[in-house]
């Protein structure tokens, strides 16, 4: 069982606009969520990340939001650019762990020029 | 700043042989992870440290040893390979400090088939 879902394994995006990709989780105990950008033969590399107090978190073009009533988050990637064509990974962790994470699938996101 | 190196970068194996997969990090991280990533499938930790002479199984570790007698190096071995450890392996390491969350570091991955 999946405790950390990414329903889309690909998006399409035209450069310039808006990339929204989503992340769904199934355990209440995660409170602290991550977005990790991956390119091909290379390790993934950290993006941004939400603590659950709160609903947004912003660092320049990416910004991710947190329903944690909908156990729900989503990254937001505005304006779009060629160089984000990656796949992008949802991890979560669960309070007082060892910060181990939980992996998504991964959405593989295209932004064509 | 090397960050985390991972080798060898590939690798083929046959069913039965054993390898040890490296990992270094040279940011002086207390923790420090194994993950495999199959195809279309996200990261599974296989073991982790939290400090030299530490280890712990993680959601994966059947088929995997580890070893963390010092800070830097983390070594996985495999002992009886078999095709179900194809897949790409990454260590990752992070300083848990006061603060309790703190991004992982990613190596570039080692691509293991095993025939």
């Known amino acids: 069982d999946q405790q950390v879902k990414q329903n889309s394994p690909s998006l399409s995006v035209q450069e310039g606009r808006i990339s929204i990709l989503n992340c769904d989780y199934t355990n209440s105990m995660f409170d602290y969520f991550l977005w990790y950008k991956k390119y091909p033969a290379e390790g993934p590399t950290f993006l941004i990340s939400i603590s659950s107090i709160k609903d947004k978190n912003e660092d320049g073009r990416f910004t991710v939001f947190l329903n944690k009533s909908a156990k729900h988050l989503s990254l937001h990637i505005v304006p779009s650019q060629p160089g984000d064509s990656a796949v992008y990974f949802c991890?979560?962790?669960?309070?007082?762990?060892?910060?181990?994470?939980?992996f998504g699938k991964g959405t593989k996101l295209s932004v064509k020029p | 700043n090397a960050g985390v190196t991972q080798t060898p970068k590939f690798r083929i194996l046959k069913i039965g042989q054993s390898m040890t997969l490296q990992c270094t990090q040279d940011?002086?991280?207390?923790?420090m992870y194994w993950y495999r990533q199959d195809p279309g499938m996200g990261l599974k930790l296989i073991y982790y440290?939290?400090?030299?002479?530490?280890?712990d199984k993680g959601e994966v570790p059947n088929g995997y040893n580890v070893s963390r007698s010092t800070t830097e190096d983390f070594p996985l071995r495999l002992e009886l390979a078999a095709p179900s450890q194809t897949s790409v392996y990454f260590c990752?390491?992070?300083?848990?400090?006061?603060?309790?969350?703190?991004?992982?570091?990613f190596g570039n991955g080692t691509r293991l088939t095993v025939t």
């Open positions: 990752a390491s992070r300083y848990r400090g006061q603060a309790l969350n703190s991004p992982l570091h």
């Open positions: 440290s939290v400090g030299a002479g530490i280890t």
């Open positions: 940011m002086n991280h207390n923790y």
């Open positions: 991890a979560a962790t669960p309070g007082g762990s060892q910060g181990n994470l939980i």
